[in-house]
């Protein structure tokens, strides 16, 4: 690491916690005050709705997701009241603490492509759980909440470890796994100083404290527990994969019984659901100096076959940028353009061949190059006549290289 030898970075995150120094983003206010509200029972929709409206960015936020494919049923809507009436007050709740918290996950800084990977992962989390809940005899609003909240401690020590850096001429760039390494020998702990702060409920704590653990019999309700853990080995593989198979959920450990099925329907409203959390402005990306390491930058080799001459379309916010493509392989395609995007964020992402590839994808990697900018960007979750038009794009790149 050179300089940045000189600095334990280790040892300054435990002098953070010894000193109660760690900084815990707050307990979203608005959230607070939504909770409370559905807590006293005495409220009606007129009264939820006008408290979503008073935070304007709150009100834009459940529009958006009203209309995505998990809370639409097919009839646009553009009132904050309808919006609210078709959500559910309890998941009006839950989304409010998720957006709230995404201010602080997604905000610029030098590991924000970090911070942004775990909230997407946060967001599929939540929305995995919930629904897997019923199944499990969980209340669906909790398992929501636990899923979103379990590994929030990752972006409370991404956050500390670019405080501590702020500023810092010997801090050097590290690859992704270093900066993850570190991030996991403390997210458990910075987590469960999050959840002292912020004075959550036991089974929210353990959910925190236990989802690593070896077992979790300690744990207030072990169903919680146990059902983080069974959606975090599916997040897992929906990492570095464009979706997922009935044998990839068949063969995941802590699924149980036909929870396979109920995952591959959650995930055909899934991209939907995470990329509502996206906005225009996350184009605009970091900021501050980059502190991750970029890994050595793929290239096409000598004599490689053209490439397929449809333009690929990304979409973020309503706003969008055309690239074209410089190759395609099984869990990725390269591409060119103008417009540099953050890596990610996940996207609509449109490939104009016929019939076109429909669906959402985030960028891995992108750097400077031919003009513009290349980047590697990877499909998610596909299903349906995606998967299928992706399955034959992969195929016939294969056949052009034998």
């Known amino acids: 690491m050179g300089t940045a030898a000189a600095f334990d970075l280790d040892k300054a995150i435990v002098d953070l916690v010894s000193r109660g120094a760690v900084k815990v983003p707050p307990y979203p206010a608005v959230a607070f005050k939504i909770e409370k509200l559905i807590r006293s029972g005495d409220y009606g929709l007129d009264e939820l709705a006008k408290l979503v409206s008073s935070d304007q960015v709150l009100s834009a936020d459940v529009l958006r997701v009203s209309n995505s494919a998990m809370y639409s049923r097919g009839t646009p809507i553009n009132s904050v009241k309808a919006a609210v009436g078709r959500i559910g007050a309890k998941d009006v709740a839950r989304l409010a603490l998720a957006f709230g918290l995404g201010a602080t996950a997604t905000a610029a800084g030098a590991l924000a492509p970090l911070r942004r990977k775990v909230w997407m992962e946060a967001l599929a989390?939540?929305?995995?759980?919930?629904?897997?809940?019923?199944?499990?005899?969980?209340?669906?609003?909790?398992?929501?909440?636990?899923?979103?909240?379990?590994?929030?401690?990752?972006?409370?020590?991404?956050?500390?470890?670019?405080?501590?850096?702020?500023?810092?001429?010997?801090?050097?760039?590290?690859?992704?796994?270093?900066?993850?390494?570190?991030?996991?020998?403390?997210?458990?702990?910075?987590?469960?100083?999050?959840?002292?702060?912020?004075?959550?409920?036991?089974?929210?704590?353990?959910?925190?404290s236990l989802h690593h653990a070896d077992s979790s019999t300690a744990a207030a309700d072990r169903k919680m527990v146990d059902l983080v853990v069974a959606v975090d080995e599916v997040i897992m593989m929906l990492g570095d994969r464009t979706h997922l198979s009935p044998e990839d959920l068949g063969a995941a450990a802590f699924l149980q019984g036909s929870e396979g099925d109920v995952v591959s329907h959650a995930l055909t409203q899934l991209p939907s659901f995470v990329a509502s959390f996206e906005t225009a402005e996350a184009w605009r990306g970091g900021g501050a100096k980059s502190l991750v390491a970029a890994p050595p930058q793929p290239k096409r080799r000598e004599g490689a076959p053209a490439a397929p001459t449809w333009p690929v379309v990304l979409t973020v916010g309503g706003k969008q940028a055309t690239y074209k493509i410089l190759g395609v392989a099984s869990t990725h395609f390269m591409v060119n353009g103008a417009t540099p995007v953050p890596e990610n964020l996940l996207l609509e992402m449109k490939v104009q061949c016929d019939p076109p590839l429909a669906g959402f994808a985030s960028v891995k990697l992108a750097w400077p190059d031919q003009g513009g900018f290349t980047m590697l960007?990877?499909?998610?979750?596909?299903?349906?006549s995606a998967l299928d038009r992706w399955k034959a794009i992969v195929a016939s790149a294969a056949e052009a290289e034998a």
């Open 125 to 208: 989390s939540a929305a995995l759980c919930q629904a897997l809940a019923k199944g499990r005899g969980i209340p669906p609003d909790e398992a929501f909440s636990a899923g979103l909240l379990h590994d929030f401690g990752k972006v409370v020590a991404l956050a500390c470890i670019e405080d501590l850096l702020h500023r810092r001429e010997d801090a050097a760039p590290r690859t992704e796994a270093e900066w993850i390494e570190v991030v996991d020998r403390y997210h458990v702990e910075l987590g469960v100083v999050m959840a002292a702060r912020w004075d959550l409920p036991p089974v929210m704590s353990d959910v925190i």
């Open 377 to 384: 960007v990877q499909p998610y979750a596909l299903s349906g």
